[in-house]
């Protein structure tokens, strides 16, 4: 354990050497600022069931924000290292494989963490101005955060398996960002296709991550989701494990 936080800690300090925590900090806090904005003049057009937070959690500038950030945290977590020789150094330092893998994912899912919870000052501060909570009850926030997070880990663990792949950080972050696009955009595919059976829709609404946040920001949380979305973070970061393990002995 006490190895783990050593690297964690040295895995986290690497995001704030450079200018690209600054970079991104910014980048997050505009663009949500911009959606929460957004957000409330949506509501403020007359009457609606839409809460705040099924409105900020379910605007398209949320979901560019939130699929634009894992390629960026997670492209140079194994082609850095690759690059710049250090992955040898690593590897054969007496920690396990695995203890690497969990400190990089980790380390990429903690700074995603800090990117986004200055989101909650924004519904701490619109309590006062609409005089309640904004939203039917805390469950709302427990679902959309929740959400928000497990897709966070998912799209991070297929960025590791990504960088794993290559040495260059474009490549990594070109091929993480297609993957992600492709599980976002797949369920419009499988939709249109002659599977569309209402079982086969039934499936798809704890499967498509705009199905899921729309369900988990009004309240209503479905473990078979968390399940789903557990099992492929799980799947992701077996298959980095054992490409690393496999360039590792082929060097």
């Not at 605007?59 to 560019?64: K, T």
């Amino acid at each position: 354990m006490r190895t783990f936080w050593t690297l964690w800690k040295r895995e986290i300090a690497s995001y704030f050497r450079t200018s690209l925590a600054v970079t991104l900090f910014v980048f997050v806090l505009v663009l949500t600022g911009c959606n929460f904005y957004s957000s409330v003049s949506l509501l403020n057009h007359g009457p609606t069931e839409t809460s705040i937070v099924e409105a900020f959690f379910n605007n398209p500038v949320f979901w560019i924000t939130l699929l634009a950030l894992p390629p960026l945290l997670s492209m140079r977590l194994y082609s850095e290292e690759y690059k710049t020789g250090t992955i040898e150094t690593l590897l054969t330092a007496p920690v396990r494989g695995t203890q690497v893998l969990l400190v990089k994912f980790f380390g990429a899912f903690v700074f995603f963490i800090l990117l986004w919870t200055p989101s909650l000052l924004y519904f701490v501060l619109f309590w006062p101005s609409a005089h309640q909570v904004a939203a039917a009850g805390y469950g709302a926030y427990c679902g959309a955060y929740g959400m928000l997070l497990l897709q966070g880990a998912l799209y991070i663990s297929i960025g590791c398996m990504a960088s794993s792949l290559t040495s260059h950080q474009l490549i990594s972050g070109m091929l993480t960002f297609c993957v992600i696009v492709l599980f976002f955009f797949s369920g419009t595919l499988l939709s249109s296709s002659s599977l569309n059976t209402m079982l086969f829709r039934q499936f798809l609404v704890f499967f498509l991550p705009m199905e899921t946040m729309k369900s988990f920001s009004h309240g209503i949380i479905d473990t078979r989701s968390i399940v789903f979305y557990c099992s492929l973070i799980f799947l992701f970061l077996f298959m980095t494990f054992h490409v690393v393990q496999s360039r590792k002995w082929r060097r």
